[in-house]
């Protein structure tokens, strides 16, 4: 029989190595498939509906999901790219309703989707600020799927079931290299999201978009 102290250490040490993540509610989509009912297009080209998914036309514009900011959550999208340099983006922390497409570029956070960039700009990256732990994103044609954790001033992108940004607001990021970077500074734990339609790329594909409450 195993002592007392045993027994209370096991239990100590299994209590201590459960995961500390957040348990979640159920995923709500939050693109249906059919229309663009609860978002609104902002900036030049466009996001259409085609065969039950949204494609990126010209740009650089932003779709963006407008009855309710973003928090404590976690946000799943699926998308393909068209061509190896195809370029779009998944925006989050965004302060306030968008009117144009730079304020959330400025004020919020692009989570990259291109692949062609270095490691501080390719997909799963916080734009131009942090560097990718992995690159997994798959070939033209097939679906990849970005889990992004919008977790207080916690931001987590997992692509293809591998971690690529794990970024807590104060952690220093990359300095800023050009103007049509983001400007660098904290993020409201809460914002819209959206999705970015670029210009003189080949499109991005979206089959679904949902989210899900952290429930702590």
């Known amino acids: 029989m195993k002592s007392l102290f045993a027994i209370t250490a096991l239990a ?16 709500k ?4 498939g059919k229309d663009l009912n ?4 902002v ?11 949204l494609k990126t036309e010209g740009g650089m514009g ?4 407008t009855p309710e900011k973003i928090g404590n959550s976690q946000i799943r999208v699926v998308f393909k790219v068209a061509g190896a340099d195809s370029n779009s983006g998944v925006f989050i922390r965004i302060p306030e309703k968008p009117t144009e497409p730079w304020m959330p570029v400025h004020k919020g956070y692009e989570i990259q989707i291109d692949n062609a960039g270095d490691d501080y700009h390719c997909t799963g990256v916080i734009y131009s600020q942090t560097k990718a732990m992995a690159r997994t994103q798959k070939a033209p044609g097939e679906w990849n799927t ?3 954790t919008v977790d207080g001033p916690h931001t987590v992108v997992e692509l293809n079931g591998v971690k690529i940004t794990d ?9 800023k290299r050009d103007p049509g970077e983001p400007d660098r500074g904290r993020r409201p734990d809460a914002g819209y999201i959206g999705l970015q339609n670029h210009p003189g790329n080949p499109p991005v594909i979206f089959k679904e978009v949902a989210i899900r409450t952290l429930e702590h």
């Open 62 to 65: 932003l779709l963006w999901y």
């Open 146 to 148: 970005m889990l992004i």
């Open 167 to 175: 970024y807590t607001e104060g952690q220093p990021v990359a300095p």
């Open 12 to 27: 100590a040490l299994m209590t201590a190595s459960r995961p500390t993540a957040a348990q979640t509610g159920g995923w």
């Open 38 to 41: 609860g978002w609104e297009h």
């Open 43 to 53: 900036g030049p080209g466009s996001l259409y509906v085609e065969d039950g998914m």
């Open 29 to 32: 989509p939050i693109f249906d």
